[in-house]
């Protein structure tokens, strides 16, 4: 069974400040996806990684794939209050179980006005 | 385009009945995915599907059950349910792109399920 870790579990900032969400694994995924959920609603997709060391970036968010594509980060800049919500990622199975993808518990970011 | 549609929005069963929590995509997706999300937690999946009659089960399919006729449609058949399968349920599809499968997945809003 592979397993994603991410973390931190919770996150409180202030609106301006930089952060860092984690996503960790002792598996090799295919491709990674970030989501963000917000209250009442499902998942949203954010990006896909396929490539180890590939960095993407989504305006002030900037997404990164280790090299052995094992884990991933997100790093927001000067967060503002509209990206508070649940972060989840979600890496993608080889083979015979492509299509199948194996989520993160999440990580839930508070951005204070 | 809806994207993915999930009925209905919120349900209270009561222990031992039955329903059906419905999915329809209109992307002409062929993966398809069933997912519970309990409070604080990721999702996890309890069906899928790789196109029109074929199914498998994913990490807790116990208590759950699938069928896959058409290629827009996945319903998820709760049967005797039990407190224990109170969640929020999200259904899901996605596609290959270029002939490559990418997990990118579009999900409905959920069904918010409680079971007294």
């Known amino acids: 069974t592979q397993l994603l870790e991410q973390s931190p579990q919770f996150l409180s900032i202030q609106e301006g400040e930089n952060l860092t969400v984690y996503c960790n694994s002792s598996?090799?995924?295919?491709?990674l996806q970030w989501y963000r959920q917000e209250p009442g609603e499902g998942p949203v997709l954010l990006v896909t990684?396929?490539?180890?060391?590939e960095v993407k970036k989504l305006k002030r968010l900037t997404f990164q794939f280790g090299d052995a594509r094992k884990d991933s980060s997100l790093h927001i800049t000067a967060a503002q209050p509209g990206d508070t919500g649940l972060y989840l990622c979600a890496g993608g199975a080889y083979d015979t179980n492509a299509g199948k993808s194996t989520f993160g518990d999440g990580t839930t970011l508070t951005v204070k006005p | 385009n809806a994207g993915v549609t999930q009925t209905p929005k919120f349900r209270i069963l009561k222990i031992g009945q039955s329903m059906t929590l419905q999915c329809t995509q209109d992307m002409n997706h062929n993966y398809m995915y069933w997912y519970r999300q309990d409070p604080g937690m990721g999702l996890k999946l309890i069906y899928y599907?790789?196109?029109?009659?074929?199914?498998d089960k994913g990490e807790v399919p116990n208590g759950y059950n699938v069928s896959r006729s058409t290629t827009e449609d996945f319903p998820l058949r709760l049967e005797l349910a039990a407190p224990s399968q109170t969640s929020v349920y999200f259904c899901?599809?996605?596609?290959?792109?270029?002939?490559?499968?990418?997990?990118?997945?579009?999900f409905g809003p959920g069904t918010r399920l409680t079971v007294l």
């Open positions: 598996s090799v995924f295919s491709s």
């Open positions: 899901a599809s996605s596609t290959t792109t270029g002939g490559t499968q990418y997990n990118e997945q579009f």
């Open positions: 599907s790789v196109g029109a009659g074929i199914t």
């Open positions: 990684v396929v490539t180890g060391g």
